[in-house]
């Protein structure tokens, strides 16, 4: 299966550009961004918005890219109507990334990696991921690595927080969720973080990118 991914570093942003260009698309899909007060928070979404029209216009142009058939289902997973183009998105202080397929639905989830205490997230987590972590040489990378292949798969999925997390085991790279499979692909980028992508079949062609605003 194929993937497309693009990614931006927030610090490396023109944010008068970004703010330019992201002022130009359509209402619907600014007012929601703008209603953001952190500013870190509010420029991620604008550049995940952005990396995803750049992403789909560049590899699939046969599309008619427009923002006029940008919907969401009853579980707020969106999608462009009338186009087999499937995406997800992420983003924290430090960088935007979006990924797109064509015809499969895929996730992705990404996190700063941060020195925390996983037991403290032990209620969110399945049993076989505490055992997991605890026989682990580096818990707190076990613990990023579970959470955003669980991430990843719960947003291709399209169950988002609908799920119990501690019903889901993700310490493997195989995920299953209500008797689907996802197979999880981490994607390695620079600086301290840790991301995956979630799709229900093996991503043998991965296609990343840097983007800049």
């Not at 599309?63 to 109507?81: T, V």
């Amino acid at each position: 299966m194929e993937v497309w991914a693009g990614y931006s570093f927030l610090h490396q942003t023109d944010e008068q550009q970004l703010e330019k260009q992201f002022a130009r698309l359509p209402a619907h899909i600014t007012e929601p961004v703008y209603r953001y007060k952190i500013p870190v928070d509010r420029t991620g979404r604008m550049i995940s918005r952005m990396l995803l029209e750049t992403l789909i216009k560049k590899y699939f142009p046969y599309q008619g890219f427009s923002w006029d058939d940008y919907r969401k289902e009853a579980s707020s997973k969106p999608y462009f109507e009338g186009s087999d183009i499937r995406f997800s998105s992420a983003h924290h202080e430090e960088m935007s990334i979006v990924c797109i397929t064509a015809g499969k639905t895929c996730g992705i989830d990404s996190e700063v990696l941060k020195p925390i205490d996983p037991y403290l997230y032990s209620d969110f987590l399945h049993a076989e991921e505490k055992g997991f972590i605890t026989g682990r040489k580096d818990p707190v990378q076990s613990f990023y690595d579970i959470w955003t292949r669980k991430e990843a798969v719960l947003k291709a999925s399209g169950l988002g927080i609908r799920c119990e997390l501690n019903s889901i085991d993700a310490h493997a790279d195989t995920v299953t969720v209500n008797n689907h499979s996802y197979y999880t692909k981490p994607v390695f980028l620079p600086g301290k973080m840790v991301t995956h992508i979630a799709a229900p079949e093996i991503i043998d062609q991965l296609y990343l990118e840097e983007i800049r605003f």
